[in-house]
């Protein structure tokens, strides 16, 4: 299998769950994303990793939380969300960060917070 | 505050018309520039890129403007064909410092048979 592949397609969770959202990419990248995407807003970046590294936090809520084992997969951890929260959650990786390859996206989990 | 602004949130073109959906963008750092193309319930595919050194670049049906100037970027599709329609999203990065993607909010487009 190639590409990013994200799982769970769709998420219902209550506010006191805790859940995680996986992301797997099989295309040797060394950069991987988590990206939030509302309705009628840009596209905003959550989260870099690059060689499993965390070198950006784009002033994320400390309830959402990433973790990538390897360089292959990421994921995020997910507590006490907001009904706010509620949005297609998208992990993309690319070549590296330093280069100016384009991001492969996965399909993206609905979440909806209830 | 929006550093890649897309204005039009949803276009209609006839089938076989051009297709024009303009980016706007704010940060004179950007020096690279890419359309991703998005269906429902899928995630956002790289679609045409384009940089700073250049002011056009075309790939098949696709042909992107750059135009430094004015900071603006245009994606023409034509001829458009039904397969089109979908989301696009412009977005920019820098090659110094800031390196990620700041995309904008997406253009609807509907290609009318």
């Known amino acids: 299998e190639t590409g990013v592949t994200q799982t769970p397609r769709h998420l219902v969770m209550g506010m006191t769950n805790k859940k995680s959202l996986k992301c797997e990419q099989h295309?040797?990248?060394?950069?991987m994303y988590w990206y939030k995407q509302s309705a009628k807003k840009p596209l905003e970046l959550m989260f870099v990793?690059?060689?499993?590294?965390?070198?950006e936090n784009n002033s994320v809520p400390s309830r959402f939380s990433p973790e990538c084992p390897n360089s292959s997969h990421l994921f995020l951890h997910l507590h006490t969300l907001q009904p706010e929260d509620s949005a297609l959650y998208l992990c993309a990786s690319s070549q590296d960060i330093a280069g100016l390859s384009e991001a492969f996206f996965g399909q993206g989990t609905r979440l909806t917070v209830v | 505050d929006q550093q890649v602004k897309q204005n039009s949130p949803s276009l209609s073109v006839q089938e076989g018309r051009i297709s024009i959906l303009n980016c706007d963008y704010t940060?004179?750092?950007?020096?690279?520039f890419l359309w991703y193309k998005k269906y429902p319930a899928e995630g956002p595919t790289f679609l045409i890129s384009?940089?700073?050194?250049?002011d056009k670049n075309e790939d098949g049906r696709f042909t992107v403007f750059l135009n430094k100037s004015a900071k603006h970027l245009s994606l023409h599709i034509v001829p458009s064909q039904p397969g089109d329609s979908a989301v696009y999203f412009c977005?920019?990065?820098?090659?110094?410092?800031?390196?990620?993607?700041?995309f904008g909010t997406g253009t609807r487009l509907t290609i009318i048979p």
């Open positions: 990793y690059s060689l499993e590294e965390r070198v």
């Open positions: 940060n004179s750092m950007f020096d690279y």
């Open positions: 384009i940089s700073s050194i250049k």
């Open positions: 977005a920019a990065s820098a090659r110094f410092g800031n390196e990620k993607l700041t």
């Open positions: 295309l040797g990248h060394n950069a």
